[in-house]
């Protein structure tokens, strides 16, 4: 089986596609991100459906992206000459296309096609027909794929199949479409016009990038990738495009990622603007303001793409999963989890949008209201934690952090924009919690904040403190809770959320480096001054990942490998921000950590 590297993300802003090195792709959900997927060969086997366009013999082959866009050109060199691929997807008239490209470079290189379409999570084996026309069409249910390719197709053993040869300066183009089946089956189309207006629509994209001083290049990737997960209607950024790639192989630490966390919404927003796009981030913004809307009792830790609440959580037993890690999992029951984190950043990325000039919406404050309100009554309640732990709920400390910084972003939000509330009462509350957590949160003997009340370990998630302003950076409690974590989490140099040998979470013990945390070792390092180490670790961080500069959600040390679901947002949006943190072009930590130092 293919690693988690070997694989690059194409996507038309709706839903995405991995296509493997080797040529083949191994994943696609149609029509949307969290739609159920047609080719699931990244969490079985071919059986479970793929698409693989190959050299028929032993192939060397290397890929990139074509610069400032999500179109993978993939080059494969073989005894008898070279060919590319150019992969890519777009949407046009309410329907999904990937298309691929074949074009020989050198001599002649016999290739084979194989594709299997298996809809419902490779469950189901749709009727297969030919059109008058030629193409091939897939049908099941209410979904239609129809392959239009100009080589003939033979259908054998429930899969479609073909060898051809392609010689220098020949062209070969293959579309693949999804409509729905009681819908008008499309017309061809032409591939020449859609790549290019495909290539001009990312790069007049990325053009709007300002820059991130020597770390543009990677920055300008992630953004680009951040723009392939975020839905182009809604404006929701599903954390990944994937689901049940494990966090251990061949564990049970399998979640599916396809939905929206309120968790990375300070972070995304502050990303969006300072790279100069302010368009994003207002969408951005209008799906938080629909997702919260409601009663505050029922706020979720996260939701579906278009603001859907009900992320039921099943499991599928046919699939054998990424290299035997089972199960394979789709919906998200920590959607019902009690987090208390997400009122932190929520107010806080309301306040981010008020100050970088997002147009007013009336509304958004009347609901904050209503939040603060409900946090009042349960911010000293224990909780689930920032990971979604199974094992109880505790204290957290990085929670209740988070419950001071809601209240701080409110005073701040009636302090700055002249907003009405009862910022007295607030200033009281936020003095109490943050007593409470120095007091509660804290080992003296080892000067360190802990994971939870009473905990003698720590937690990856407390190297927020100074970049949320709790505490200012020359605080000794930060290097001493920064030296704790470096003793008890770095593994190999990276950072381990926490340690699951203490059993927190519920579940079996192991997993890798978590690399947003890893990535906020770094903007502690330069928040402490300590910019050499900040740059060597963020640089060790660029170097893992992978050819086409894309990361998942961790990395095991040991085995040298990216595992977890991919490619993961909150990698991607950590990366952008600790790269304006070492280029010191105005970063979030550092805002918040003179706010602190200013504060009364």
């Known amino acids: 089986m293919a690693k988690i590297e070997d694989y690059a993300l194409i996507g038309?802003?709706?839903?995405?596609?991995?296509?493997?090195?080797?040529?083949?792709?191994?994943w696609l959900c149609m029509p949307r991100f969290d739609?159920?997927?047609?080719?699931?060969?990244?969490?079985?086997?071919?059986?479970?459906?793929?698409?693989?366009?190959a050299p028929a013999a032993h192939a060397t082959s290397t890929r990139c992206y074509v610069p400032g866009t999500l179109v993978l050109e993939t080059t494969h060199e073989t005894a008898r000459g070279t060919v590319t691929v150019i992969d890519f997807m777009t949407r046009e008239d309410e329907r999904s296309y990937l298309m691929r490209r074949v074009t020989g470079v050198k001599g002649e290189v016999k290739l084979a096609l194989s594709l299997v379409v298996r809809p419902d999570y490779g469950s189901t084996i749709p009727w297969a027909s030919r059109l008058k026309d030629g193409r091939m069409q897939y049908v099941s249910g209410p979904d239609r794929l129809v392959l239009q390719t100009p080589i003939r197709i033979q259908?054998?053993?429930?899969?479609?199949?073909?060898?051809?040869?392609?010689?220098?300066?020949?062209?070969?183009?293959?579309?693949?479409?999804?409509?729905?089946?009681?819908?008008?089956?499309?017309?061809?189309?032409?591939?020449?016009?859609?790549?290019?207006?495909?290539?001009?629509?990312?790069?007049?994209?990325?053009?709007?990038?300002?820059?991130?001083?020597?770390?543009?290049?990677?920055?300008?990737?992630?953004?680009?990738t951040l723009r392939a997960l975020t839905h182009f209607e809604t404006g929701g950024i599903v954390a990944a495009p994937t689901t049940s790639l494990p966090e251990a192989l061949g564990g049970e630490r399998n979640w599916d990622y396809r939905f929206c966390w309120l968790r990375d919404a300070s972070l995304t927003l502050f990303a969006l603007m300072q790279s100069n796009y302010r368009e994003e981030a207002g969408l951005w913004r209008h799906w938080l303001a629909r997702a919260i809307a409601g009663s505050p009792a029922q706020l979720q830790i996260m939701y579906g793409v278009a603001g859907e609440k009900c992320l039921d959580e099943r499991e599928l037993?046919?699939?054998?999963?990424?290299?035997?890690?089972?199960?394979?999992?789709?919906g998200n029951a920590a959607s019902e989890q009690i987090q208390l984190d997400i009122y932190g950043e929520v107010m806080e990325a309301l306040y981010l949008a008020r100050q970088?000039?997002?147009?007013?919406?009336?509304?958004?404050?009347?609901?904050?209201?209503?939040?603060?309100?409900?946090?009042?009554?349960?911010w000293d309640q224990p909780d689930d934690g920032i990971w979604e732990v199974r094992g109880g709920r505790q204290h957290f400390v990085h929670s209740k952090i988070m419950a001071w910084l809601a209240f701080d972003s409110a005073i701040r939000s009636v302090q700055d924009f002249g907003l009405k509330g009862?910022?007295?009462?607030?200033?009281?509350?936020?003095a109490r919690i943050h007593d409470e957590v120095c007091l509660k949160g804290f080992d003296k003997s080892r000067n360190s904040f802990v994971q939870y009340y009473g905990a003698k370990g720590v937690d990856a998630a407390l190297l927020l403190i100074p970049m949320v302003g709790f505490l200012p950076p020359n605080d000794p409690r930060v290097a001493g809770t920064v030296e704790a974590i470096e003793e008890e989490l770095l593994e190999d140099g990276l950072v381990l959320r926490y340690r699951t040998e203490d059993g927190v979470d519920g579940?079996?013990?192991?997993?890798?480096?978590?690399?947003?945390c890893s990535f906020w070792l770094a903007t502690n390092y330069a928040l402490l001054g300590r910019m050499q180490q900040a740059h060597e670790?963020?640089?060790?961080?660029?170097?893992?990942?992978?050819?086409?500069?894309?990361?998942?959600?961790?990395?095991?040390p040991r085995a040298k490998r990216q595992i977890g679901n991919f490619p993961q947002a909150f990698s991607h949006i950590a990366l952008i921000n600790t790269a304006y943190s070492l280029a010191k072009i105005d970063p979030p930590a550092t805002e918040r950590a003179k706010r602190e130092m200013k504060r009364d």
């Open 317 to 330: 037993p046919w699939l054998p999963g990424y290299e035997n890690s089972r199960p394979v999992r789709t």
């Open 356 to 378: 970088k000039g997002l147009p007013a919406d009336p509304e958004i404050w009347a609901i904050q209201l209503e939040m603060l309100k409900h946090l009042e009554q349960i």
């Open 12 to 26: 038309n802003r709706e839903t995405a596609a991995l296509v493997c090195k080797s040529g083949s792709v191994d």
């Open 507 to 516: 579940l079996s013990r192991g997993e890798g480096a978590f690399l947003a």
């Open 35 to 53: 739609s159920g997927a047609f080719f699931s060969a990244l969490l079985g086997d071919e059986s479970h459906g793929h698409w693989r366009i």
């Open 422 to 430: 009862p910022i007295e009462d607030w200033k009281t509350l936020r």
């Open 155 to 224: 259908n054998k053993n429930m899969k479609s199949v073909a060898q051809f040869e392609v010689s220098e300066g020949k062209t070969y183009d293959f579309v693949l479409s999804w409509s729905r089946s009681y819908h008008a089956v499309p017309s061809p189309i032409k591939l020449d016009e859609v790549l290019r207006q495909t290539v001009a629509r990312w790069r007049g994209w990325a053009d709007r990038f300002v820059g991130a001083g020597s770390y543009s290049d990677a920055v300008e990737r992630s953004l680009l």
């Open 537 to 556: 670790l963020f640089d060790r961080l660029l170097a893992l990942r992978n050819d086409v500069g894309l990361l998942a959600e961790e990395y095991d």
